[in-house]
């Protein structure tokens, strides 16, 4: 009876040190694909910045087949204007910007800064409906003397298991704009504070 009650617990112990093993294996080749995918967009982005640096219309190519892209404009007078356009939309709106000189010399002389990049959770539309799955979440900001561009892009691999921006937000704005309101922001805060500060009347 004892050797019968030995061997059963030597069987469960080796279940639960196969599941422990397998669970940290299976966290360990999640934490590779994570950084992986992460490696795979910092060079996508090092190629959009070199391709939009020359002016390239290959730059398109960077996006998936079905990309949704997304270009607002924060207006002078106030509010913001948006566009939607799809792959092949958005490449005849750069076909036709590249024909200006001035938007090729804006493209040489704008700087980018380093991404934040990461990986994150999202439902993705496929043919069988919403998809839960890993993508790339990569944010950067695009500035140009007193004009600056904010991007924020979703990544995920195509058929082809290449990494592909399936998604993607910008803002334009005024830099000249955007330093007025928060300094009128920062104004605005120091007289909050000055008023909390001021000595109550007493009844």
């Known amino acids: 009876m004892k050797q019968r009650l030995s061997l059963r617990l030597s069987l469960v112990l080796a279940l639960l040190l196969g599941m422990v093993l397998a669970g940290g294996s299976s966290t360990q080749a999640a934490e590779d694909a994570g950084n992986s995918l992460i490696k795979d967009a910092k060079a996508l982005f090092e190629k959009y910045k070199a391709l939009d640096h020359d002016s390239d219309p290959a730059l398109v190519d960077l996006y ?45 002389k704008t700087t980018m800064e380093a991404p934040v990049i990461k990986t994150e959770r999202h439902q993705v539309m496929e043919d069988k409906g919403l998809k839960d799955e890993v993508v790339v979440s990569v944010s950067f900001l695009a500035k140009h003397d007193h004009s600056a561009l904010k991007v924020h892009w979703l990544l995920k691999k195509d058929s082809q298991g290449q990494l592909k921006i399936f998604e993607e937000h910008s803002l334009a704005y005024s830099m000249r704009k955007h330093r007025l309101k928060q300094k009128s922001q920062q104004d605005s805060n120091r007289q909050d504070s000055l008023k909390q500060n001021e000595p109550q009347a007493q009844p």
């Open 64 to 108: 998936s087949d079905d990309a949704v892209i997304y270009a607002a404009l924060d207006r002078t007078g106030g509010g913001q204007t948006q566009e939607k356009f799809s792959k092949s939309e958005y490449a005849q709106e750069i076909k036709r910007s590249l024909k200006d000189p001035h938007v090729r010399e804006l493209n040489s």
